[in-house]
């Protein structure tokens, strides 16, 4: 295939990795945290392979982008929640936008210089820590919405309740949530303390807008990949990449997603922030994040090309699809 050789195929599968990796995944499959109930066959299935428009308009039907609002059990019974939450879903409250571009935190940003490219979208979202500081020429500066995980909510190195890298744009916080619970056993086992910083956060800065997903969503969307993979994926959430697009999805009419599928610079550089390298930020480990990725290429309306110059794929948002 030439220059293209190198564009990530819509059937990665864990067979391909290297020997470390795949022990990981491998044991991620058998293990399940979360309590994963597989409905169906369930990966081994001959089901025909669904074309990408089929695959866009399953994933509009049964994923639902909600978040937590006041009115929900447990949160309306107590004291905290009224006051904190908001009253409304996030996208009553954000959007329609016209464009919008999901910034992966990939290595692969490094000298991409696509910053301009990234700015001129109507909104951008971006994950957890990600700095645009210092990075400009490479991922913008504009933040629409930033996406962070309970683990970065509570880490003490990211200084969440205070860092000013937070402190701009929507905040939109999940957490992974045992799979059959409901939102009251979920409130009293959650991954990380995410309900104690976010009352936290919420009384330091008022103003901000903060929303957190419902962790339904997460699970909707882990059935639509393990439903069109081939083999058993790993019982944990998808990844914050993954999520966000899905979000922007619901908000945009069309998502540009940067780096997740990666381009001809391609490296195990973890994030374009970091020295640090890992083959597993990019192949997943705990997130079945290689499958994510199969089901986003699948997806994907661009081309191949603006995948290996660019990273960029080009996802129809769900108000501009026809189903
Ligand atoms: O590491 P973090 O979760 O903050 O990165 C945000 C998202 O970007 C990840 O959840 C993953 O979907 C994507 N990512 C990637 N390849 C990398 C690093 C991050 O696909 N090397």
């Known amino acids: 295939k030439g220059l293209l050789g190198e564009v990530w195929n819509d059937e990665m599968s864990s067979s391909m990795l290297g020997s470390r990796l795949k022990k990981v995944v491998q044991n991620y499959q058998a293990m399940n945290k979360y309590g994963v109930k597989v409905s169906g066959p369930g990966g081994t299935s001959n089901r025909p392979k669904l074309s990408g428009p089929e695959l866009l308009c399953q994933v509009k039907e049964k994923v639902e982008v ?12 107590l004291s905290w929640a009224p006051l904190l939450l908001p009253p409304q879903q996030l996208t009553s409250d954000l959007g329609p936008y016209k ?14 210089g696509l910053g301009k490219e990234i700015d001129s979208h109507d909104s951008v979202l971006r994950f ?6 210092g990075f400009e020429k490479d991922v913008g500066s504009k933040t629409t919405i930033r996406l962070i995980n309970s683990q970065v909510m509570a880490s003490d190195d990211h200084r969440f309740l205070s860092s000013s890298l937070y402190s701009s744009g929507v905040l939109v916080a999940w957490d992974p949530a045992p799979f059959s619970s409901n939102l009251s056993q979920w409130y009293n086992h959650t991954d990380y303390p995410i309900f104690i910083q976010y009352q936290r956060y919420r009384r330091l800065h008022p103003q901000q807008p903060f929303y957190i997903l419902h962790p339904r969503f997460e699970w909707q969307l882990w059935q639509r990949i393990q439903d069109n993979m081939a083999e058993p994926i790993q ?4 990844s914050s990449g993954l999520l966000g697009t899905i979000l922007m ?8 997603v940067y780096e997740f599928l990666p381009s ?20 997943g480990a705990y997130h079945p994040l290689l ?13 191949d090309r603006d995948i290996y110059v660019n990273g960029r794929v080009t996802l129809p948002g769900f108000s501009a699809m026809n189903c």
């Open 66 to 77: 909600t978040t937590l609002t006041a009115d929900l059990q447990p949160f309306s019974a």
């Open 99 to 112: 464009s919008c571009a999901v910034v992966s935190s990939a290595g692969s940003l490094r000298n991409s």
């Open 128 to 133: 957890n820590a990600a700095p645009t500081s």
């Open 235 to 238: 019982k944990n959430p998808p």
């Open 249 to 256: 999805m619901s908000l945009c009419e069309v998502v540009h």
């Open 264 to 283: 001809r610079r391609k490296t195990e550089l973890c994030h374009y922030f970091q020295r640090f390298y890992d083959a597993a930020c990019t192949l």
């Open 291 to 303: 499958y994510e990725k199969n089901l986003v290429k699948r997806m994907n309306q661009g081309s």
